[in-house]
């Protein structure tokens, strides 16, 4: 993602990979007073407290509206990811990330994310996410 004056990217990665990434000489995640966008890619999020680390950081940020990549790779299934969620903890994910930004107020837009097996297995982790904003439009708007 190009970074602009109005957006800020938060990435949540495992310990390790955020270890490889300060190695690699990677610059700091940009951060600025007064942002309109705000990227998250948390495939990996229990590498923070989410629960208390994502509505911080939205609250911090007052974000006018959310990107999300409702990534898979941290699924028990996916050889790249090392997470090991199950579906049920893909759902609990991307619900707790969609009702964090709904009960703000604040609009979300989500995309689908890697994941690596084969199609149909990838197919049915991809559509959580749908699932869950129909359940989250349906009880919360």
């Not at 990979?17 to 951060?31: A, D, I, L, N, V």
């Not at 990811?81 to 709904?102: C, E, P, S, W």
């Not at 689908?112 to 199609?119: F, L, R, V």
Request: proline content about 5%; overall charge neutral; aromatic content about 12%.
């Amino acid at each position: 993602m190009r970074y602009a004056a109005s957006s800020k990217t938060v990435s949540a990665l495992m310990q390790k990979q955020w270890r490889e990434r300060r190695k690699s000489g990677s610059p700091p995640q940009p951060s600025f007073k007064r942002c309109t966008c705000f990227y998250l890619k948390l495939q990996d999020i229990f590498f923070f407290s989410s629960q208390e680390y994502l509505p911080a950081t939205i609250d911090d940020f007052h974000p006018d509206v959310i990107l999300y990549d409702a990534g898979v790779d941290p699924h028990e299934r996916d050889e790249l990811g090392k997470l090991k969620l199950t579906d049920q903890g893909l759902y609990n994910r991307d619900m707790f990330v969609l009702k964090t930004a709904i009960c703000r107020g604040i609009p979300i837009i989500t995309v689908i994310g890697g994941g690596y097996d084969e199609i149909m297995a990838l197919s049915a982790r991809h559509s959580i996410i749908h699932r869950v904003a129909t359940e989250v439009w349906d009880n919360y708007l």
